[in-house]
């Protein structure tokens, strides 16, 4: 078992990945305890999170080999690719695909194809699992933006080092996200 730590140091974050301190992002207000998580509060969780799942995009981002794919599931990201944070539906805080069908029953999904590159590779984070409506969706570990602004809940750093997270990758890994030390 890995376990990966996001550390608070004053105003700044970083992580610990295989001896690597790398900085990184979190939502926008700060960090919140796990209990007190509520959808949209822009507040990332503290807790020790598994990373569940490999999403990334094939055309941007294409060093998935066998090796990953046997210590973690990936999932390729198309331009259907959706995740639902809508409180009210049956498919809160899981993968969907965009069709007509889902736009028409569906009110509020974040797509996973972006312009912005914070989704070209990222982990899910074994948050909110039972899918407890209103407690925090989508919860990701993923590319930095590039003015390395806040997230909305989420973990991010660089792009450049997710090549180097990878490598550092265990079957059971966890990313532990911690308060002020």
């Known amino acids: 078992m890995k376990i990966w730590r996001v550390k608070q140091n004053g105003n700044q974050y ?6 690597i301190i790398i900085p990184c992002q979190i939502g926008k207000n700060g ?18 999170w598994k990373l569940q799942s490999l999403y990334y995009r094939q055309d941007k981002f294409n060093y998935i080999d066998k090796t990953i794919k046997k210590k ?18 049956t498919f809160y805080n899981q993968k969907i695909i965009i069709d007509n069908h889902i736009s028409i029953i569906q009110t509020h999904f974040e797509k996973l194809w972006r312009d912005d590159d914070a989704y070209d590779i990222f982990f899910e984070l074994a948050y909110n699992n039972s899918a407890i409506k209103n407690k925090g969706s989508a919860i990701f570990f993923h590319c ?20 180097h997270a990878l490598r550092n990758l265990d079957v059971e890994t966890y990313l532990e996200i911690c308060g002020l030390e």
Request: hydrophobic share 30%; charged share 25%; net charge positive.
């Open 144 to 163: 930095s933006f590039e003015d390395l602004r806040p997230t909305s809940g989420c973990v991010a750093m660089p792009k450049r080092f997710f090549l």
């Open 14 to 19: 970083s992580i610990d990945i295989g001896n």
């Open 31 to 48: 960090l919140i305890s796990s209990k007190l998580k509520r959808e949209g509060d822009l507040s990332t969780p503290i807790g020790k």
């Open 72 to 89: 973690i599931p990936t999932f390729k990201i198309t331009k259907l690719c959706g995740w639902c944070d809508d409180t009210d539906s």
